[in-house]
T-cell receptor, first 112, second 116 residues
Framework: DQQVKQNSPSLSVQEGRISILNCDYTNSMFDYFLWYKKYPAEGPTFLIS?????DKNEDGRFTVFLNKSAKHLSLHIVPSQPGDSAVYFC???????????FGKGTSLLVTP | ETGVTQTPRHLVMGMTNKKSLKCEQHLGHNAMYWYKQSAKKPLELMFV???????ENNSVPSRFSPECPNSSHLFLHLHTLQPEDSALYLC???????????????FGSGTRLTVV
């Protein structure tokens, strides 16, 4: 059963605007949430993470928001740049788990 | 060379062949992972190794056989695969597997496997 869901397979945003990527999860025991970015022909690279004790974490143009009551997190990219065009994966883990649980990914296209 | 290196990048094999995927990390990490990415599916965990000991085998068919001879190398031995096993196979590593849950993994570029 899929515990991490990214329901939007793709998103298109104009350069300079805000990109918002969403992720929902079903396991209330998740302790950590991570976002990865993947370019074609490359492996995923770690972008930003957040602990379940926080509701926001910011790193430059990237901010992740966590809403535990809704079991929802989102990644905001502002301003969006063409180089941000990639597939973004949401992942989550529990303290007692063995590995990360990933969503299917959302393909972001930032147009000039 | 730094990071996580996977070879080959592409592999086409018949259903009766035996082949191996190789992963090497130069990061001094103690945990290594195999993930499978099929079209339109999430990344699926296959195997986890911590200090060369397998700590998780996620109900993977026996036609996939992992080997971790040391903390820097991880192999995935393949035999009698099916066409539905065609996918991108990703290797990853982390400082140790608990740390990976918090700060994430370093992934290789993957091996694109096609079974014909």
């Amino acid at each position: 059963d899929q515990q991490v869901k990214q329901n939007s397979p793709s998103l298109s945003v104009q350069e300079g605007r805000i990109s918002i990527l969403n992720c929902d999860y079903t396991n209330s025991m998740f302790d950590y949430f991570l976002w990865y970015k993947k370019y074609p022909a490359e492996g995923p690279t770690f972008l930003i993470s957040i602990s379940s004790i926080k509701d926001k974490n910011e790193d430059g143009r990237f901010t992740v928001f966590l809403n535990k009551s809704a079991k929802h997190l989102s990644l905001h990219i502002v301003p969006s740049q063409p180089g941000d065009s990639a597939v973004y994966f949401c992942a989550a883990s529990t303290n007692s788990g063995y590995a990360l649980n990933f969503g299917k990914g959302t393909s972001l296209l930032v147009t000039p | 060379e730094t990071g996580v290196t996977q070879t080959p990048r592409h592999l086409v094999m018949g259903m009766t062949n035996k082949k191996s995927l190789k992963c090497e990390q130069h990061l001094g990490h103690n945990a290594m992972y195999w993930y499978k990415q099929s079209a339109k599916k999430p990344l699926e965990l296959m195997f986890v190794y911590s200090l060369e000991e397998r700590v998780e085998n996620n109900s993977v068919p026996s036609r996939f056989s992992p080997e971790c001879p040391n903390s820097s190398h991880l192999f995935l031995h393949l035999h009698t695969l099916q066409p539905e096993d065609s996918a991108l196979y990703l290797c990853a590593s982390s400082q140790e597997y608990r740390a990976g849950l918090i700060i994430g993994y370093t992934f290789g570029s993957g091996t694109r496997l096609t079974v014909v």
